[in-house]
Each structure stands twice: as C-alpha cells, then as structure tokens.
C-alpha cells in the first residue's frame, strides 16, 4: 500500500521560513495527485489551508503556500508565528477515489 | 456557511458495530459539485481516511479496513452516516466528518468530531 511521508517534527524561529514536504513511499508528487494541506491544533477539528498544490483556502494567510519541490509537494511558512505551532498533515488523491494522509508534522515555533 | 455535525454513542463493545450519524447544515448533501468523507484520529496519533461517498452513491473505503466499512447518505434528512463492523480497540478514535470538492478532491469542510471509545 502506497505510504505518503511527511516530517514527523521541524522547529522554526519565529518570523522565519519553514518548508514542510510531503513524499511517496514509491515514486514522486506531482499536481496530478491534488496535494492538500492541513492545520489541526491539539482537541481542534483540522483546517484546510492549501488545495490543488498551491491555492489557499479562504481566509488563509498568504504567508501558507503550496508548491512541487522536485518528486515532492510542500507547505511554505514564511514569517512563522507563534500560532503557527500546529500538527500539518498533508493528503494525496491517488485516484478511484481514495485519500491517503500522511502521518503529519508536528511544527514548534520557538 | 455549511456547517457538519458528528452525533452517535461515545462508547461501542468490542465485535459490535460502530455508527455514526452526520447532519450537514447550509447546504445540499445532494449536490454534485462535492462528495462526503469520513476521517479518523485515534489519540495522539494521525488523520486516517475512512472512505468517501460521491453523488450518485458511489463509495470508496480505505483498503486497510476491508469491508468493515459502510457509508450511506440520507438525502432527505441531509445527513451522512458510517458504521464501521466488528470493532476492536484500535478502532477508539475521534471520527470527523468533511466535506469534499469533487474537482479538486480535497476537503473543506469539516465537523467538530465525536470520541468513541471502544471497550468492554
């Protein structure tokens, strides 16, 4: 079974830049798998921040933003905040219409 | 603003079966332009995908819980629903309930999520 990766842990400075990337067990990210990324706070429901690789979701900072980093898709943080210190999972559509999270990134901000 | 919202029993028996209801507000459960998820969390641990439900009634389950899983839409009542056979420990977890966008195949709605615990 396909397996998608993810950092499990990366620490940021505040107001600095942080790259989150999301990877297949087997063969690369490309826009076709429709990356989307996630922002879940401990006991909340998770946020949608990016969708189809780079489009922000509504109301969400533009300082989130989403591309392809070689055979990977990536979350981009720039001017990390304290409340940016969050779990960020990422989905991949493999097609016939299953999802598959990755196991998540826990970002400090400190 | 759509708005979902997961309700069912906080505590299920091993080998019983799991349900779970999903009441969809401000907007069609019916509608074409979205499909309808479930999503999982067991504590202190990562999101799994459960399965999908698309206009039409076709269903799409996560492979790793085999035919244990059955979504279903109520249209009348706006609602979505999940019941998951013979549970085990492993299946305690927070369920959430989302909505998809079917060209876009992320989801961006999501409910507030319900515990169920499994145990004797």
């Known amino acids: 079974q396909t397996v998608v990766t993810q950092e499990p842990s990366f620490s940021v400075s505040p107001g600095g830049t942080v790259t989150l990337t999301c990877g297949l067990s087997?063969?690369?990210?490309?826009?076709?798998?429709?990356p989307s990324w996630y922002q879940q706070t401990p006991g909340q429901a998770p946020r949608t921040l990016i969708y189809?690789?780079?489009t922000r979701s509504s109301g969400v900072p533009d300082r989130f933003s989403g591309s392809i980093l070689g055979n990977k898709a990536a979350l981009t943080i720039t001017g990390a905040q304290a409340d940016d210190e969050s779990d960020y999972y990422c989905?991949?559509?493999?097609?016939?219409?299953?999802?598959?999270f990755g196991g998540g990134t826990k970002l400090t901000v400190l | 603003q759509v708005q979902l919202q997961e309700s069912g029993p906080g505590l299920v028996r091993p080998s019983e079966t799991l349900s779970l209801i999903c009441t969809v507000s401000?907007?069609?459960?019916?509608?074409?332009?979205?499909?309808w998820g479930w999503i999982r969390q067991p504590p202190g641990k990562g999101l799994e995908w459960i399965g999908s439900?698309?206009?039409?009634?076709?269903?799409y389950n996560n492979p790793s819980l085999k035919s244990r899983v059955t979504i279903s839409v109520d249209t009348p009542k706006n609602q979505l629903s999940l019941k998951l056979s013979s549970v085990t420990a492993a299946d305690t977890a927070v369920y959430y309930c989302?909505?998809?966008?079917?060209?876009?195949?992320?989801?961006?709605?999501w409910g507030q999520g319900t515990l169920v615990t499994v145990s004797s």
């Open positions: 989302a909505r998809g966008s079917w060209d876009r195949y992320y989801f961006d709605y």
């Open positions: 401000g907007g069609s459960i019916s509608s074409s332009s979205y499909y």
């Open positions: 439900i698309y206009y039409g009634g076709s269903t």
């Open positions: 087997s063969g690369s990210v490309s826009a076709s798998y429709y």
């Open positions: 189809s690789t780079n």
């Open positions: 989905v991949l559509y493999m097609g016939s219409g299953i999802s598959v």
